[in-house]
């Protein structure tokens, strides 16, 4: 082989060498932001799954409490003093339910009782 022959030589495997070595590099820097971007799509995504961790024992809190303010409200309307009022008219005794409004006939004679109207306002029907 000639002097000619191998210099040529060793200058295209110097070229070779040099275009492997880029193309080495270049995907080797496309790898190393790849798995930057991946570390941070599972940071975001770990942050995000912490957040709505959060905002469902939140929401669970906020139920709980709701629960606990209706029962109280409950408690303390049934427990209100002064909730039915009696009134005598005519002979005739009525209970006025002042949450509702509702008005029944407590107490009547026999004689009322008999009527058809009456009976109906019986608070045993209420």
């Known amino acids: 082989m000639s002097e000619?022959?191998?210099?040529?030589?060793?200058?295209?495997?110097?070229?070779?060498?040099?275009?492997?070595?880029?193309?080495?590099t270049a995907r080797s820097s496309h790898l190393a932001t790849n798995n930057n971007v991946t570390a941070s799509l599972e940071t975001r995504i770990s942050d995000q799954s912490n957040q709505i961790t959060a905002l469902q024992r939140q929401l669970q809190q906020a139920k709980t409490a709701a629960e606990q303010a209706e029962q109280t409200a409950k408690e303390a309307e049934a427990a209100k003093p002064g909730r039915f009022q009696i009134t005598k008219q005519?002979?005739?005794?009525?209970r006025l339910d002042t949450a509702t409004g509702d008005v029944c006939l407590l107490l009547a004679s026999q004689a009322d009782w008999k009527g058809p109207k009456i009976a109906r306002q019986t608070c045993a029907l209420k």
């Open 4 to 24: 000619k022959a191998a210099i040529v030589g060793l200058v295209l495997a110097f070229i070779i060498g040099a275009i492997v070595g880029a193309e080495i």
């Open 90 to 94: 005519s002979g005739r005794t009525w």
